[in-house]
């Protein structure tokens, strides 16, 4: 076998970590890191194209090697030290592959976008473009102040939704041209009008803004608001929880159409 990797300065390593650390890194790159099993069994099944990959010997899964094999991607051993200074997580799994950022093809006409407007926790993001994916949304536009949706923090809470759906960087004229013709709602929790009188059975999109500050930058989109009726003296619902209730009603719009 290998010897496995133990320098730090090994040029894998340290685009790895790079990589790993530095949203510009990835955008000046177009690549991005995907740590532990599940993520990477994600995105072989969904098709991606690993660049390649460093794994721990006595942590990984060799059935995962195997596939990884069969698709001809460079595999190369690393220490259990290597391995701690490249992972993200208290509890490394064992293998981090470093891919192409996915640039699947946007949809002319999208019959369910999501826009989300200066949503900066990662935590979140990922989220919210797991529940766009599983809401069956047909892509997702970030405004330019958005957290990076290739952080790894963003990427564990997608669970695969990087490579369910497009994900896009845009800035708001763009947007405002690529949405011309689509009813456009915004969650607001000041809104008279229920999330459920929405018209969700046409095309639309869905706005959500900031944890803090709500959407800020969206009027250029002349948006509708909508608000989800909550009980007296509620808080108001986090931005991942408050989008997950209105897609998965717009979901279910669709279905009944």
């Given at each position: 076998m290998t010897t496995p990797i133990t320098s730090k300065d090994n040029p894998r390593v340290k685009q790895a970590h790079l990589l790993m650390k530095h949203a510009r890194n990835?955008?000046?790159?177009?690549?991005?890191?995907?740590?532990?099993?599940r993520l990477i069994r994600d995105a072989l099944e969904r098709g991606a194209r690993l660049e390649y990959v460093l794994y721990e010997p006595k942590q990984v899964d060799y059935d995962l090697i195997a596939q990884l094999q069969e698709r001809k991607v460079s595999l190369h051993p690393i220490s259990e030290e290597i391995l701690r200074h490249l992972s993200d997580t208290q509890q490394p799994q064992g293998m981090i592959a470093v891919a192409p950022i996915p640039m699947p093809p946007l949809p002319k006409m999208p019959r369910a976008a999501l826009v989300l407007d200066a949503v900066r926790d990662p935590g979140n993001l990922g989220t919210i473009l797991r529940s766009a994916a599983a809401a069956a949304c047909d892509v997702?536009?970030?405004?330019?102040?958005?957290?990076?949706?290739y952080n790894p923090k963003a990427l564990r809470g997608g669970m695969g939704a990087h490579f369910r759906l497009p994900i896009v960087e845009a800035d708001w004229g763009e947007m405002a041209g690529y949405l011309d013709g689509v009813a456009v709602y915004l969650a607001d929790g000041r809104a008279e009008r229920a999330y459920t009188d929405a018209d969700f059975r046409q095309r639309w999109a869905l706005v959500i803004g900031n944890e803090a500050h709500g959407a800020r930058s969206a009027a250029r989109l002349k948006p509708?608001?909508?608000?989800?009726?909550?009980?007296a003296d509620s808080e108001s619902l986090n931005a991942a929880a408050a989008c997950a209730v209105i897609l998965f009603e717009a979901a279910r719009q669709r279905r009944l159409s």
């Open positions: 990835r955008r000046e790159e177009r690549r991005f890191v995907l740590e532990g099993l997702v536009l970030l405004s330019p102040d958005c957290a990076d949706p509708v608001p909508i608000a989800i009726p909550m009980a």
